[in-house]
Nanobody
Framework: QVQVVESGGGLVQAGGSLRLSCTTS????????MDWFRQAPGKEREGISC????????YSADSVKGRFTISRDNAKSTLYLQMNYLKPEDTGMYYC???????????????????WGQGTQVTVSR
């Protein structure tokens, strides 16, 4: 049974930092590109960052570029998102998702995703 579990969310003041983790089990982690998505209240879910199956390449949306860093540890089957210089507009539910290498040559913020976590809430106060 595949499990994808996010953690590390919380309440932080603007300008602060958080590190999110996404722990997986029941799948061959190295067979998947991994993505972080977020959804703010009343808004559509948006892809914010992705990393290739081997960690060799990443891509981030302009809204987080230079502030957020995605990384992965394949030995631990875990994905990370280091978030610095947080802004109130970063508030939302953060999700990780797994994109099969067989479906996508390189990681992408679009396309199909095989597995999703339940999310972890990030709230940034002014």
């Amino acid at each position: 049974q595949v499990q994808v579990v996010e953690s590390g969310g919380g309440l932080v003041q603007a300008g602060g930092s958080l590190r999110l983790s996404c722990t997986t089990s029941g799948l061959t982690f190295g067979d998947y590109h991994m993505d972080w998505f977020r959804q703010a209240p009343g808004k559509e879910r948006e892809g914010i960052s992705c990393i290739n199956y081997n960690g060799a390449g990443t891509y981030s949306a302009d809204s987080v570029k230079g502030r957020f860093t995605i990384s992965r540890d394949n030995a631990k089957s875990t994905l990370y998102l280091q978030m610095n210089y947080l802004k109130p507009e970063d508030t939302g539910m953060y999700y990780c998702a797994a994109q099969a290498r067989s479906d996508q040559h390189v990681c992408s913020l679009g396309g199909s995703f095989r597995y999703w976590g339940q999310g972890t809430q990030v709230t940034v106060s002014r």
